[in-house]
């Protein structure tokens, strides 16, 4: 066990000053008040943390001999009944709450007042209950062995309490604050001891083992006074009674969970059940979402945007009351006006919170998420000029005036004085500028050949040739996307395609999982092979089809964000005068929302894709025009395909004609008309089909309604003439057109008569 350090204690008379000037000096109650505001009572002796009399002023405001609050005209009291009452209560509990079920105490447990705790002689009467081994619904060992491990849990906070103060080091302290924060909790089941209530604590306990006399049954009546309200003999009695007066203040931002009473409203026998928000989320959404944003709307639009959540920061300011965020002789130094201000300290506490947002406001504004979070969680120190008033007490007196009067000029004047006092400047720097990548220079005809071999080394150790096409344009979107603020925007969306695509792939292609049981996948075919092989072919096409629609969407959303990063990068946003930055400002909030719909895309929360909301307004028209002039190039085409296979030429003499059934639905096989076709002498099977099916309109070849029959061949008539009556005519939608017509009758005949192999027409 380590050794009782020495404690440094100012000289008694010191701390009798300043009890006098409290207490025999005349000064009304708002008079003390204000000179403890302004830090001209309470001053250190040393320059170290330690301040003569401070814990008297704590005393005097935070413990009172009447429930009611005395006038603000009238001369304090000191308030030695208060005092007596608390000592009193802390040592009953102490004996109450640290006996142990059979009666005894620890070996080291000592009573404030009492040399000798007392210990019970009585045994206990029902062991079957009263026994450290018994599993008893009713056993008393049961809380007593979980208040022993609620205690050790208590002495590892305070064993890390303050760790660069040696005063806490100290055995006897550690054990004193473990006491007085396990009887806290005890004493308050519903909120118990949480982390955090030992520095608030420490602080208290040092102020007043600092301001400790030692006793003297020999002194006068005043000065009896003086030594029992200062008694070393009570230290953590009187701790003990300052720490419950703060907590009966700020109790409520250490509640972690939903109190057991329901609020219901008897209205008309209507239960009106409304979720249950910790009091410490309130108050901190109150902070910045209210009274900063009444007194400097633009920071408070400048956390909103950055999604700053106000718990993230006044969690730790409020419930410590500010000993993370300033030095411990710092927070003792606002803790002297906190406690002073006739405002409740849980009110005044939120206002406090505001001045200092306000203090860093110019950090802050131009910094980005990470260094806004770092400059929240480690509070920029500051330190006022000379002849300013201390910062702390500063910062006391911003906050109340900014409680005084919520407006933005109550807020400008707390700019105006860290301008003043602190050095702190009124306008917000730029945002801290990203080196821009260096233009390309060009590459002379010389460079290949070598002959400027200068040059050419200093090109060679130039990174920017050494980057590809992709390292450019990735270096080029950073670049640009950090002066913009859409860096975040594009992560988000990447961050969504990478996390897609492998759900997307595993959907196409899904194996079996090896740690699957043999029965998920039988060896034998469930169903008849006929079925299996329809159903394998659908399953084939669907993959397919999802797989072209995929690619298809792939590739419009490349073609979008190329569209956006075109527009991103364009120098003309740079170079835009005053009549074209309206145009590329519309261009620009463009390109963010289509990349906004192309996050949102990617990540699933859109069913059906718009085309209009991936492009701009005019990049959209541009893309719809070229679409049709396409379409309509694409349709002359085939317009001209199409007649180019509809009409003959009559460059080459019709060949002899062979007889095309037509399977008309409807219509008898001997009442169907037989069409005349061109045969001729050489590949007249590889053309018979082609022949046939140009015969049929577009409706019926795309429908497919006309099946192909097999082709029979005509035999060839020994004479063709027009008074054949046994001759078939021609039908009116047979091969060629030309054949029906009557005027072209005697030259079809001529060519057949001239085409005779057996030589028996003429």
């Not at 399953?539 to 629609?549: F, H, K, L, V």
């Not at 990349?595 to 719809?624: F, M, T």
């Amino acid at each position: 066990m380590a050794q009782p350090r020495s404690r440094t204690r100012p000289p008694q008379h010191m701390t009798r000053n300043v009890y006098d000037q409290l207490f025999h000096h005349g000064s009304s109650l708002s008079k003390l008040r204000d000179a403890i505001a302004a830090g001209r009572l309470l001053q250190s002796s040393d320059g170290g943390i330690g301040v003569p009399g401070r814990s008297l002023a704590w005393k005097m405001f935070l413990l009172k001999n009447v429930p009611l609050e005395p006038p603000p005209h009238e001369m304090p009291v000191p308030p030695l009944d208060a005092l007596r009452a608390h000592r009193k209560q802390y040592s009953e509990l102490l004996l109450e709450k640290m006996r142990a079920p059979d009666g005894s105490y620890d070996e080291t447990f000592v009573v404030p007042g009492l040399t000798i705790p007392r210990r019970s002689a009585k045994p206990p009467t029902d062991l079957e209950t009263n026994n450290p081994l018994s599993l008893h619904d009713e056993n008393p060992w049961r809380e007593w062995f979980a208040a022993v491990d609620l205690r050790k849990t208590i002495q590892q906070d305070v064993e890390r309490t303050f760790p660069d103060i040696g005063y806490f080091r100290d055995d006897d302290v550690q054990q004193q604050l473990t006491n007085i924060l396990f009887l806290y909790a005890v004493m308050h089941p519903d909120i118990e001891y949480r982390q955090g209530m030992h520095e608030l604590l420490a602080p208290v306990y040092y102020a007043v083992d600092y301001d400790s006399t030692a006793d003297d049954a020999t002194s006068s009546s005043d000065e009896s006074v003086f030594r029992e309200i200062c008694s070393r003999t009570w230290i953590a009695a009187d701790s003990w009674a300052l720490f419950c007066a703060i907590m009966n203040g700020i109790s409520k931002w250490y509640e972690w969970r939903e109190p057991s009473s329901i609020e219901t409203s008897s209205a008309r026998g209507q239960v009106n059940f409304k979720p249950y928000m910790p009091p410490i989320t309130l108050a901190c959404n109150h902070i910045q979402n209210s009274l900063l944003k009444s007194v400097d709307p633009i920071l408070h639009g400048v956390l909103q945007n950055s999604g700053i959540e106000p718990q993230i920061y006044g969690l730790r300011w409020l419930r410590l009351l500010f000993t993370r965020e300033l030095s411990m002789d710092d927070a003792m130094i606002l803790w002297d006006g906190l406690f002073a201000n006739p405002t409740p300290i849980s009110e005044l506490a939120q206002w406090i919170c505001v001045a200092m947002l306000i203090r860093i406001r110019t950090k802050l504004i131009p910094s980005d998420y990470s260094m806004q979070l770092t400059y929240l969680l480690r509070y920029p120190p500051s330190q006022a000029e000379d002849g300013a008033p201390h910062h702390a007490i500063l910062l006391l007196r911003q906050a109340s005036s900014l409680e005084m009067s919520r407006t933005p000029s109550a807020g400008a004047i707390v700019m105006a004085e860290n301008r003043n006092f602190l050095n702190i400047p009124l306008e917000v720097p730029d945002p801290p500028v990203q080196m821009r990548r260096r233009a390309r220079p060009p590459i002379s005809s010389s460079d290949f050949h070598g002959t400027s071999s200068g040059q050419g080394e200093h090109m060679r150790q130039s990174p920017s040739f050494q980057m590809g096409l992709p390292e450019l344009i990735a270096r080029g979107l950073m670049d640009r996307g950090e002066s913009l603020g859409i860096n975040k925007t594009v992560m988000n969306a990447v961050s969504e395609l990478r996390r897609n695509l492998p759900e997307l792939a595993a959907s196409l292609v899904r194996t079996p999982s090896t740690s699957a049981p043999y029965a998920a996948y039988p060896l034998l075919d469930e169903q008849a092979i006929d079925d299996r092989h329809v159903s394998e072919n659908e399953s084939r096409m669907d993959t397919e089809r999802a797989a072209i629609e995929m690619r298809a969407q792939n590739k419009r959303l490349g073609e979008s964000i190329t569209w956006i990063l075109s527009v991103l990068q364009s120098k003309e946003s740079l170079e835009a005068k005053d009549e074209d930055a309206t145009k590329v400002s519309v261009q620009q909030k463009e390109a963010f929302e289509s990349l906004a719909y192309v996050r949102d895309i990617l990540g699933g929360e859109v069913k059906e894709i718009d085309e209009r909301r991936l492009w701009g307004a005019e990049e959209y028209n541009k893309r719809l025009e070229g679409q049709s002039k396409q379409e309509s190039r694409e349709a002359s085409v085939s317009q001209q395909r199409q007649r180019s296979i509809t009409t003959p030429t009559n460059e080459h003499p019709p060949p002899l004609q062979r007889e095309v059934r037509t399977n008309t639905p409807g219509t008898p096989a001997f009442l169907r008309p037989t069409t005349s076709a061109p045969l001729h002498s050489s590949s007249m099977a590889s053309r018979a089909i082609p022949m046939a099916s140009s015969t049929h309109n577009r409706s019926q070849s795309s429908t497919g309604a006309f099946p192909v029959k097999p082709i029979t061949m005509q035999r060839t008539p020994l004479r063709i003439s027009s008074n054949n009556p046994f001759q078939r005519a021609p039908d009116a939608g047979g091969i060629p057109p030309a054949a029906v017509k009557s005027d072209q009758s005697p030259k079809v005949r001529s060519e057949v008569q001239q085409h005779d192999p057996l030589g028996v027409l003429k």
